[in-house]
């Protein structure tokens, strides 16, 4: 019997990318999970769509490997819970349990979200607490549950104070500290949700911190690619949110996933590790490297009315790379180029 993976959120970015690397890497089978409520429908990022129904889901692909059930995630869930073998029994899918879990359902958005609309957000926690008691019944065999960054205090990423953020700075047995937002808050709560589940009920599962992942295919709504966009319209002058000063520390979702498989292979406690690059990168600097590879030197305009989150978000590898041997393998330049050259493809077919 060959293997089959679930993956939730699978529409979105960082699903899609999971998605195709699964398909592409292996001979399993995938069940995908997305309502679309942001995630894009496979037809516009699955090469060589082509679809067949079964039943109220499609099953994509020459090879019919990638089944597609469209809604919320919780919907499913609760079939499941009134009827464990929900999906053998209704789509005659035969399999005994998911081999690979990734639940990369959620509702994320940008700051724009974040700050905007925080109750929203907070439907995160329903979503995760449906889905981690799913898991102790299910017991795939192994669980990858992607936290954030912004589960870490963000009194330790203010203008005054801002320090390298290591894994110990989240520590279920001492004081936690103030995650960000509402977002913040869920991603812990997974995280602590995933360590119950590995010690209560035996599952294997591991956590995973991303600071800002970016790649060629995420929404424009995502800072990164929308720089990107502008500076190949050669935009000048350059608006910035804030001052621009604020930094993330970006990482590509091709070195992401790979660390996702390395974590998975090794891990199995519910702890959480960082995926980040370990450098600081202001968007004033982000803007420099864009005019760069645009060829141009735009001046900046700070917006100064939206909302910027905390100020420096940067990741300490020194645990991962000391335990693991892993560091990103895409430099932020050669990433933004990746992305850049998408984005003038994009615009180029867009004017034909
Ligand atoms: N992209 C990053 O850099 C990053 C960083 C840290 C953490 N994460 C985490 O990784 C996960 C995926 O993030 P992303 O960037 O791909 O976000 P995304 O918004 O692109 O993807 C989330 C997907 O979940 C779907 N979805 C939302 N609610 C749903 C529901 N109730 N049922 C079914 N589908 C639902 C959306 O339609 C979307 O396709 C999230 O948990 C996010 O918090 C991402």
């Avoid at 081999?99 to 994320?108: E, P, Y």
């Avoid at 102790?136 to 549950?145: A, C, D, F, G």
């Avoid at 991962?320 to 994009?346: A, C, D, L």
Wanted: contains cysteine; negative net charge.
């Amino acid at each position: 019997m060959s293997k089959i993976h679930l993956v939730s959120g699978g529409c979105g970015f960082v699903g899609r990318n999971m998605v195709r690397r699964l398909l592409n890497t292996t001979q399993d089978k995938v069940f995908m999970i997305d309502d679309l409520s942001i995630g894009r429908h496979p037809s516009e990022w699955f090469e060589g769509y082509e679809a067949e129904k079964l039943d109220d889901i499609e099953v994509i692909g020459a090879e019919k490997r990638l089944y597609f059930w469209k809604g919320d995630f919780r919907n499913l869930l609760f079939y499941m819970r009134e009827n464990p073998r929900y999906i053998q029994d209704r789509y005659h899918i035969d399999f005994d349990r998911f081999s690979d879990v990734f639940h990369f359902a959620a509702i994320v958005g940008g700051r724009m979200k974040i700050e905007g609309d925080p109750m929203i957000v907070a439907l995160d926690l329903s979503i995760d607490a449906e889905f981690f008691f799913w898991v102790t019944q299910h017991k795939p065999e192994r669980v990858l549950y992607p936290s954030s960054s912004a589960a870490y205090p963000v009194s330790l990423q203010s203008t005054d104070y801002a320090i390298a953020l290591s894994e110990g700075d989240i520590d279920f047995n001492k004081n936690l500290g103030t995650p960000d937002m509402t977002y913040g808050w869920s991603k812990l709560t997974g995280e602590f949700l995933a360590q119950i589940a590995a010690k209560h009920y035996g599952v294997r599962v591991v956590c995973i911190r991303p600071f800002s992942g970016y790649g060629e295919d995420q929404e424009l709504s995502y800072p990164v690619p929308a720089i990107a966009a502008r500076a190949a319209g050669k935009e000048d002058p350059f608006e910035v949110w804030g001052s621009g000063k604020q930094g993330r520390d970006f990482v590509h979702i091709d070195d992401v996933i790979d660390f996702i498989f390395i974590l998975m292979d090794q891990i199995t406690d519910g702890s959480a590790y960082n995926i980040g690059s370990g450098k600081l990168t202001s968007f004033l600097e982000l803007i420099e490297i864009f005019g760069e590879i645009a060829g141009y030197k735009p001046t900046v305009k700070p917006l100064l009315d939206k909302p910027v989150g905390v100020h420096s978000r940067y990741a300490n590898m020194e645990y991962v790379t000391n335990k693991f041997g892993w560091t990103p393998k895409i430099s932020v330049r050669e990433g933004m180029e990746r992305v850049y050259n998408k984005q003038v493809e994009r615009i180029h077919r867009e004017q034909k």
